[in-house]
């Protein structure tokens, strides 16, 4: 008998239906009316459950659970011998299933391939004065690798990460709410188990070593360039898992003032109107080493500019681009301390 029978109530009575039946039937039974003081007991004991909204729910909870085991109960003690029904097998004993035939029927894969982790790009940049020989450069960058020798396999999830949970229940209410994937316990979702072997230098499974990257880039090659070391970017950390590629962008470092189109530096000094009068030596050892350029007097045109033929990047190993000289001209010169008679004569002379 229910709770709810003895408060001769139903499942959907209100909280004001109970006390009202509660205090009917609590006049007919209690002890000093001359009824039973079990009864009784009882009776308060069943209003205590239904009267308290979350006493109730864990109440009605229970009670479900026991009709559904009496199904399940009567259902089983009629079957006489196992009955399979593709992955779910039923006998007297009760339900088991087997969830990877359940998976594959759903085109669910179980056994997941390894993926590689994503690429790391890093940014080498190199000198424009340097663009003109091969590149040699060193980086040194510290790796934290699974130790391969120490780390197995994970016997339990085969690597996976993941474990179906095997269940073989008596009741229905377990086998159509099944936990069927979880994280493997035993690894941790690695898919790896630490076994040290003795005269290993790992530390807890892991590696830790320098190593350093060597960046041989012929000089044709340089603009644009892109480096790859395989395995050296992302490192795995677990079974499924595949360490990424490096990749190392080389950026020609240019000076102020200092532009490249294709393989031709464009390069645009501030010069003062006297230079341009007078001519000007200029330095460019900062583009190209040890490399001088001569503006010739008079070279007054806003839109000038000098081309140094064969200077520029190497395209091929043997062919460059040129290297283009464009002038702004700086007009903030004080002229007068020079007359106009002096100008004069310095453009009227033949």
């Not at 029927?105 to 940014?123: A, F, K, Q, S």
């Not at 009741?171 to 003795?198: A, W």
């Not at 043997?318 to 301390?337: A, L, V």
């Amino acid at each position: 008998m229910s709770y709810y029978d003895i408060l001769n109530v139903n499942k959907s009575a209100s909280l004001e239906d109970i006390k009202k039946s509660f205090r009917n039937i609590a006049k007919k039974v209690h002890p000093d009316k001359g009824g039973d003081q079990k009864e009784f007991i009882l009776l308060n004991e069943a209003y205590e459950t239904l009267i308290d909204i979350d006493k109730r729910k864990e109440y009605d909870l229970k009670l479900n659970q026991i009709k559904t085991n009496n199904l399940s109960d009567i259902f089983f003690s009629k079957i006489n011998s196992p009955i399979n029904i593709g992955p779910i097998s039923i006998s007297p004993n009760g339900v088991s299933i087997d969830i990877k035939q359940i998976f594959k029927n759903m085109n669910v894969n179980l056994n997941r391939t390894p993926t590689r982790l994503p690429d790391i790009y890093e940014t080498l940049n190199i000198p424009l004065v340097d663009c003109f020989n091969d590149v040699k450069q060193e980086v040194y960058k510290t790796i934290n690798q699974i130790c391969q020798t120490c780390n197995l396999k994970c016997v339990h999830c085969d690597g996976q990460g993941v474990s179906l949970q095997p269940f073989k229940n008596q009741r229905f209410e377990q086998v159509l709410n099944p936990s069927m994937i979880s994280p493997c316990i035993h690894c941790k979702s690695t898919g790896y188990l630490l076994n040290k072997k003795d005269g290993c230098k790992c530390k807890d499974g892991n590696i830790l070593f320098n190593t350093c990257l060597v960046i041989d880039i012929p000089k044709h090659i340089i603009k644009n360039a892109q480096i790859q070391f395989a395995n050296m970017g992302k490192q795995s950390t677990k079974y499924l898992e595949i360490s990424s590629n490096l990749f190392i962008n080389i950026v020609i470092d240019k000076p102020r003032n200092v532009e490249i189109q294709n393989f031709d530096i464009i390069y645009s000094p501030q010069v003062s109107i006297k230079d341009m009068i007078t001519g000007i030596i200029l330095d460019i050892s900062h583009i190209t080493k040890d490399c001088e350029f001569s503006i010739p007097p008079f070279s007054l045109n806003p839109q000038i500019e000098f081309v140094v033929k064969g200077m520029g990047l190497y395209q091929t190993n043997t062919s460059r681009g040129d290297i283009i000289i464009k002038p702004i001209i700086n007009y903030d010169f004080d002229f007068s301390y020079i007359d106009n008679k002096t100008l004069c004569a310095i453009f009227d002379k033949k």
